[in-house]
């Protein structure tokens, strides 16, 4: 169960221990599936808050302790309709479709008018926000929540993200994720891209579902399983932020079922059927 202010033992390939302080995701184009293998689409209401259309934000974080940048209220369900039938299986998939994902975030409705999940024209959305401090190591760089209100606002090369200081050697204070689109192509800086070579959007599909018995869970410690936690690829952002060339993405784009760096994955653990 996530909880800000907690501490988390054993994560990662070195059994790293932190604590979270921040955990959000846009899921969208939600459906069920029903006995004939026909996925049918879940409509959302549109509570002018935290859905809208076909995306829905999740956060699990409450802006106590150490998630003093996100927000009081936590989401952790969505709410829509189906018509009746006899569904076995779920689908959704993690991030925000194309069409919305390169809006200004400004002037956005809700949940999508979110700046901390945003990067700018070119990227889109955060689609997936995941920082974790770390409490292994002593050693600690420059404080990662000022970076990143720097973020939001700092200019960036037409097919690149935004970051925080790059100079980050070795150990380090935690590690971040950051999921969203890359090599996203436009003709002006502040033009909508038409394409972006790296989506990183992902369809998940649980054949056996049942709406009434069963839960979906997002499981951070299966996320991070592949990586190593406590450091960090010399001159890239802490952690991984999508950068098709930053190392320390590899476990995290495999276990999201994404390829990396030209390698095609296999089926994304992230999330889970309980």
């Known amino acids: ?19 979270p302080t921040d955990f959000r995701f846009y899921i969208s184009e939600i459906a069920l599936i029903d006995d004939r293998g026909k996925a049918v689409p879940v409509t959302l209401k549109q509570d002018g808050k935290w859905q809208y ?7 699990f974080e409450n802006k106590s302790g150490a998630c003093a940048n996100g ?3 936590i989401r952790d369900r969505i709410v829509g309709t189906i018509p009746k039938g006899n ?10 479709p194309f069409n919305l994902n390169h809006e200004d975030a400004t002037l956005a409705p809700s949940p999508l008018n979110l700046t901390s999940l945003w990067w700018n024209w070119r990227g889109g959305y955060k689609f997936l926000r995941l920082e974790l401090k770390n409490l292994t190591k002593s050693t600690m760089p420059a404080s990662h929540s000022q970076g990143d209100r720097l ?23 935690g ?15 502040n033009q909508k891209p038409n394409i972006c070579t790296n989506p990183n959007t992902t369809k998940v599909v649980f054949d056996n579902f049942d709406r009434v018995k069963n839960t979906v869970v997002a499981d951070i410690k299966s996320l991070v399983a592949n990586t190593n936690l406590a450091i960090n690829q010399p001159n890239t952002p802490p952690g991984c ?5 930053d190392s320390d993405c590899a476990g995290i784009m495999n276990n999201l079922g994404l390829s990396f760096d030209g390698k095609v994955t296999g089926e994304q653990t992230f999330f889970q059927v309980k």
């Open 87 to 96: 569904y076995k299986g779920l689908q959704f998939t993690l991030g925000v």
């Open 241 to 245: 932020m999508s950068d098709p060339k």
């Open 151 to 173: 973020l939001e606002t700092a200019s960036t090369k037409p097919d690149q993200h935004s970051h925080e200081n790059n100079q980050n050697h070795g150990s380090t204070a």
């Open 53 to 59: 259309q076909n995306v829905a934000l999740l956060d």
């Open 1 to 19: 169960m996530f909880k800000c202010g907690e501490s988390y033992r054993d994560l990662g390939k070195t059994a790293t221990t932190v604590t």
């Open 71 to 73: 927000t009081l209220e």
């Open 175 to 189: 590690f971040v994720i950051h999921l969203g689109s890359t090599g996203c192509k436009a003709e002006e800086k």
